[in-house]
């Protein structure tokens, strides 16, 4: 009998979950404490850095339509928590030089083994689709200002 109505189940199902929508509002920031205005990258790599990064590790995270529907909102936000947990571009004055220095180091890493960002990004944002000469500008660019 379970057979005949999974259909009508997975529509109820998928009509319920759509009242748990995410907060897409953005946590409020000091815009002196920002990444960009701190570091001052040459501005071909602060677009890379911005249309690859920003989304989930800052603070200035553009959700797209889709996210309004469950569950893809919930795994998107999953990736934007997960980011800005790590570390967070919009908060990156209130680090210390310790900090700054490790995450450089680790941007360089996961940018030039493209580790980041995260495969699904790039299914639905060019900006995420990174040529291996923007990688490579890019690492270089976090291993010079690594402190
Ligand atoms: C779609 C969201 C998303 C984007 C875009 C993204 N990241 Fe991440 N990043 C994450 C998540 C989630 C984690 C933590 C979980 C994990 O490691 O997979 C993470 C972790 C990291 C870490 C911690 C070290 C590690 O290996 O886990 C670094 C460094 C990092 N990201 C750098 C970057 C850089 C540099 C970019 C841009 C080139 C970028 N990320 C773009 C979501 C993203």
Redesign the pocket.
């Known amino acids: 009998m379970i057979k005949k109505y999974w259909p009508y189940l997975l529509i109820a199902f998928l009509v319920v979950i759509q009242f748990f929508q995410i907060d897409k509002t953005p946590p409020s920031s000091d815009a002196n404490l920002d990444f960009f205005k701190l570091e001052n990258p040459p501005t071909e790599v602060a677009k890379l850095?911005k249309g690859?990064?920003y989304?989930?590790?800052s603070n200035e995270t553009t959700f797209p339509a889709y996210t309004s529907f469950q569950p893809l909102g919930w795994w998107v936000r999953s990736?934007?928590r997960?980011?800005r947990m790590?570390?967070n571009l919009s908060e990156w004055g209130s680090y210390n030089a310790d900090k700054q220095r490790l995450?450089l180091e680790?941007?360089a890493e996961?940018?030039g083994n493209k580790?980041?960002?995260?495969k699904s990004?790039g299914w639905m944002h060019e900006k995420?689709k990174?040529s291996d000469n923007d990688r490579a500008a890019?690492v270089s660019w976090f291993r010079a200002a690594k402190r």
């Open positions: 850095i690859a990064c989304d989930c590790h990736h934007v997960g980011g790590n570390f995450t680790e941007m996961v940018t580790r980041m960002p995260l990004y995420g990174l890019m």
